[in-house]
């Protein structure tokens, strides 16, 4: 008769907080992935603020709102969209991030908030073979947490930092992860429209039915300790639909509810004391209230609530958080465009000057019932409740990071495999947060050291998991009917000096506006915006071909009619002559290469004759590189899947390369100017030597993609990056070693965006920058030449997309501000400095490990003819250091830091009782001083008649 008896909940109202109460100024975008990206605990939030590259979170206390937060400090997490988060529930300040980078990060996020920007997570987890979509801590067990990525579901034990768990069951990419409140089970949807129950410490799939009809993102929803899983997907019909479904008749639902004909992600949030479930899909203006009941109906609709914005995300704030004294029953976080809006659901009472039980239950608490080891082993207690009333409740402080040491503190060794993932033993596995009784007989580091070792770290990347492993039980210490594999060594990991990069637009002083007709028709493979120090040349929409020029020298309110060339075709590609600022070669689509000399100032009619016309390519071109060491030496690459060498001095064509069986993508120099290495549609990358031969010397699997891609020689030339894209369509990096050119030593994927990465490469730093056409980020990364080769640096952000980054010669670079970059980015109607520094405290010297003597690549050293007749050049370098200078590293290493004062070591306080005794035997000792005269009798004395009456 539960269905007929009246809900406390049914007249629960929802009440918007005022615009002053939000979170606002915030950058979030339009992120799309299977989490609902933002998170809170009882303290924080966190969410994504940014769907190009990046991986960006903002983290803002819960009572911190008002406006200006974007200029908040950021927890730059991944190189790539962060797909989900989530707090542990028994630590607040616990994060735990995954993306598409194929990495899971633990962070230790500081009480408080963010008061700078942080980089550094406490804990990196073993690299996948691919995205991770997923992450959910366990309900009941500290440190355990699960994950999904493709088709594997893997249970990870951070406090070991390895995979207890793989279980590779789906058909097709899981789309929604959920436990069961007690921490036995886990409900899972999938691509392959499939409903399954997993049992992860048996290893196997307890259920499995036919889920929705439609394979379009679906989420799936443990209605807290009872037999009933909520989903919702869409109907064969595109309709969105919630369906309950009871674990003791899995044949079918027991509840199709129909929603609407929207086509957003429905994210379901479930309260297992109150039974409110509460909905909304992503573009979303609506909120929808429920209940739930455990039998026929099922889902009560209650009310729909009409929002001020669309929906990004969505989230709950804990029970814990809640204002009870306000009868406030759940409270919502809505994450828009901009904002961050809080909803707050009460229940309407006469008087709020008492607690009102019978609305808040007792909720689970903030203490695990058990530890890692303990629920592999078989355990499953369950988390104590605790009152909502505020007279009971204990206050919500930071906990000591007892589990956080132990990711590190004995180095994991992961097992990439087939056959069994055996999870240790309950002794080997003790977490060194339980109570002194069972100790951990590995030792254990402190927090500190383990920070300072685990900063930007990860593991070498492992093979992907595989299919259905089992798992031994935690008391079986029996060998593996496997025979074991040769487990991953575990690398040191060392920390960037540029992860906390500051980037920002330079004074508005100091820009270039009033930018008028830029092209929107420009080929893929052009970087559309080159600057140097004298010009920057932009090309114009309308027909003729035309490139406009503005005067670096010259910020302000641009000309309407900038001075310009008429090419009369359309432009393929261009580039500047790097010995002459004065000089631009033209690519057009005509096959002709044309070689412009311009005035050294501006002039007022477009010029239309180049100073010299090549012919050679029978097809449109793709690009045009000039040498980096010898002067006139230009290479150029055609339709016509060859790469030619051309002689500008005399205007001839030396060297043609063949080999290439399809589009040419794109192709750089080595430093040196000897080698050339191209990437090509047909998923190949080749390595020439054209001097000695027009045939290829290496050849190598590019990346898959055939959408586009970039390529440049890094860390001394021993290495090729790529940018390029995946069968997926997913914008990918690589590094490969020359010595092995057969498979990526690494690869970073980020967003789905149709623009390729164009690649920026710092030679003195081994940082590469980041940016395609239409971004409102530019990520960067130091390359490293060993494991793990990418450390991901702090990203540049803006709110306005640009067209391209052009970056100047290092010795514009104000060394004095440790500016070791400096670039200029194309927007459609402006031009903008960019600064890139290090954060250093002592800036008043030279800080010459950022800044080595630098490459002159502004000079040549060679001559056409001498490079071609087989002579190799050495270009000079030159300090960036100012002659009233000292260098940082002339400083004399200051001795030990002064030992800290400690009142409680160094000051002995005593008691009464203890200052009595003290007293007692020193009066004791005195008088038992036998032959010692009394202090009367050394008293010299007078006669007496000195006496007077």
Request: net charge negative.
């Amino acid at each position: 008769m539960s269905r007929f008896s009246a809900s406390k909940f049914k007249n629960a109202s929802a009440t918007i907080a005022k615009k002053e109460h939000w979170f606002s100024d915030l950058r979030v975008g339009s992120p799309s992935s299977c989490g609902n990206h933002i998170k809170a605990s009882c303290t924080l939030m966190a969410f994504n603020t940014t769907n190009t590259g990046g991986g960006t979170l903002g983290i803002i206390p819960l009572d911190k709102c008002g406006r200006g937060l974007s200029t908040l400090p950021m927890l730059h997490a991944h190189g790539s969209l962060v797909t989900d988060m989530d707090f542990s529930p028994f630590d607040d300040y616990m994060l735990a991030t995954c993306s598409n980078d194929n990495m899971i990060k633990i962070w230790d996020l500081p009480e408080g908030g963010l008061t700078e920007s942080m980089s550094t997570p406490a804990a990196t987890l073993p690299k996948l073979a691919k995205g991770v979509q997923n992450v959910l801590f366990h309900p009941t067990a500290e440190g355990l947490l699960a994950s999904s990525s493709d088709k594997t579901v893997q249970i990870w034990d951070i406090g070991k930092a390895q995979e207890c768990v793989a279980m590779e069951v789906h058909g097709e990419q899981i789309q929604g992860i959920s436990w069961k409140q007690d921490g036995c089970l886990i409900a899972t949807t999938a691509k392959d429209k499939k409903l399954r129950i997993l049992d992860p410490r048996q290893n196997t799939v307890s259920a499995e039915t036919a889920g929705h009809a439609n394979n379009k993102d679906s989420r799936v929803c443990w209605l807290g300790n009872s037999d009933l899983i909520l989903t919702t997907g869409f109907s064969q019909g595109r309709s969105r639909e919630m369906c309950v479904w009871d674990q003791r008749q899995f044949g079918s639902a027991v509840q199709q509810h129909s929603v609407d004909q929207s086509t957003g992600t429905l994210m379901p949030l479930y309260d297992p004391d109150t039974n409110m479930l509460f909905t909304i899909g992503t573009g979303d203006t609506t909120l929808r209230y429920a209940e739930i009941t455990m039998s026929s109906p099922y889902i009560s609709d209650r009310s729909a609530q009409s929002l001020p914005e669309q929906t990004k995300g969505v989230a709950t704030v804990p029970k814990r958080a809640l204002d009870v004294m306000s009868c406030e029953v759940a409270r919502i976080l809505l994450l828009t465009a901009t904002a961050v809006v809080p909803i707050s659901y009460t229940v309407p009472r006469k008087s709020h000057r008492d607690f009102y039980g019978e609305l808040f239950p007792d909720t689970n608490g903030g203490e695990a019932a058990q530890s890692a080891a303990d629920w592999l082993a078989g355990s499953d207690k369950q988390v104590e409740k605790v009152s909502l009333d505020p007279a009971k409740c204990k206050p919500i402080t930071k906990k000591e990071k007892q589990g956080l040491p132990s990711v590190t503190s004995s180095k994991p060794k992961l097992e990439a495999k087939p056959g069994n993932k055996s999870p240790p033993s309950t002794e080997s596995a003790q977490q060194p947060n339980e109570p002194p009784k069972k100790p951990s007989p590995e030792p254990s580091q402190g927090a500190s050291e383990v920070t300072a070792k685990l900063a930007s770290s990860s593991l070498q990347p492992q093979k992907p998991s595989q299919p259905k492993p089992s798992v031994q039980g935690a008391g079986d210490n029996g060998p593996s009917d496997v025979p074991q594999a040769a487990k991953p060594k575990f690398i040191a990991p060392t920390v960037s000096k540029f992860r906390h990069m500051n980037s920002a637009l330079m004074p508005r002083s100091m820009h270039m506006y009033n930018l008028y007709n830029l092209s929107n028709n420009i080929f893929g493979e052009c970087d559309v915006f080159h600057a140097n120090l004298k010009w920057g040349a932009v090309p114009l929409g309308g027909p003729g071909g035309m490139i406009a020029f503005v005067d670096m020298n010259k910020p302000g309110k641009l000309e309407r009619d900038l001075p310009s060339i008429q090419n009369g075709t359309s432009v393929m590609d261009f580039a500047w002559d790097p010995f002459n600022d004065s000089r631009l070669v033209v690519a057009c689509d005509n096959a002709k290469i044309l070689i412009w000399d311009l005035p050294s100032e501006a002039w007022s009619e477009p010029l239309t004759e180049p100073s010299l016309a090549l012919r050679g390519h029978y097809e449109k071109l793709y690009f045009v590189k000039f040498h980096p060491q010898a002067k006139d030496i230009l290479m150029s690459a055609s339709y016509d899947m060859t790469v030619k060498i051309w002689d500008l001095s005399s205007g001839d064509e030396k060297i043609s390369l063949t080999g290439h069986t399809d589009q040419i993508f794109s192709a750089a120099w080595s430093s040196d100017g000897c080698r050339i290495a191209t990437v090509c549609k047909d998923g190949k990358m080749r390595i020439y030597d054209p001097r000695t031969s027009t045939e290829p010397i290496k050849e190598g699997n590019g990346p898959p993609g055939s959408r586009g891609a970039r390529i440049l020689w890094v860390c001394g030339d021993d290495f090729l990056f790529v940018s390029g894209f995946e069968r997926g369509g997913e914008r990918t990096i690589y590094l490969y070693a020359m010595s092995d050119l057969s498979k990526a030593l690494e690869r970073i994927s980020f967003d789905k965006s149709p623009s390729t990465l164009v690649p920026f490469y710092d030679e003195d730093t081994n940082v590469v920058f980041l940016t395609g056409k239409g971004d409102l980020t530019t990520s960067a990364f130091e390359i490293l030449p060993e494991s793990p080769y990418f450390f991901t640096i702090a990203p540049f952000q803006q709110l306005v997309p640009h067209q391209a980054l052009s970056f100047l010669p290092k010795k514009v670079c104000n060394v004095r501000d440790v500016e070791f970059a400096k670039a200029m980015r194309l927007t459609k109607t402006t031009i903008e400095p960019v600064t890139f520094a290090v954060p250093r405290v002592k800036r008043e010297y030279f800080q010459d490990d950022i800044f080595p003597d630098t490459r002159v690549t502004w000079e040549s050293v060679l001559t056409s003819h001498e490079w071609l007749d087989g002579k190799n050049g050495i270009q000079r370098r030159m300090s960036l250091c100012p002659p009233d200078m000292k260098l940082l590293s002339s400083i004399p290493k200051s001795g030990p830091a002064p030992k800290k004062y400690v009142a409680e070591v160094e000051l002995n306080y005593k008691t009464d009782e203890q200052k009595k005794e003290e007293l007692l035997s020193a009066m004791t000792n005195k008088l038992e001083a036998k032959d010692e005269p009394l202090p009367q009798d050394l008293c010299e004395g007078v006669d007496e008649d000195e006496w007077s009456d």
